[in-house]
């Protein structure tokens, strides 16, 4: 072990996303084409949740969303190296019980 660097938790785990892009809410974008470029997944003081790295009409844009649907979604598409893809979010009612739901479409 003499000579290695240890990690810091947060350069294996980071604690917030470092994109260079202009921060807009979820829900002005929905039924919008965007081009997803990347994600950070992260843990925040209420859970789990995506940041998401965007270019809307050529502009970069970054959001955020608890949506499970949408983060396991994004989290495939990036381990399997998917980025970049278009999308559009939407919401959806599930089957049995009308609940709301996000969802990437």
Partial sequence: MSGEVTKRFTDVYPTEA????E???F???FDKDLKILDTANLIGSYGSF???LAEDEGKRIQFNTGSEVIMAKLK???EEEKLPLMAKFVERKSADNKKTYYDIA
Avoid: L, R
Wanted: charged share 25%; hydrophobic share 60%.
């Fill in 18 to 21: 470092s994109f260079e892009a």
């Fill in 27 to 29: 829900k002005t974008i």
């Fill in 50 to 52: 995506v940041v998401i």
């Fill in 76 to 78: 495939i598409a990036k």
């Fill in 23 to 25: 921060v807009i809410e």
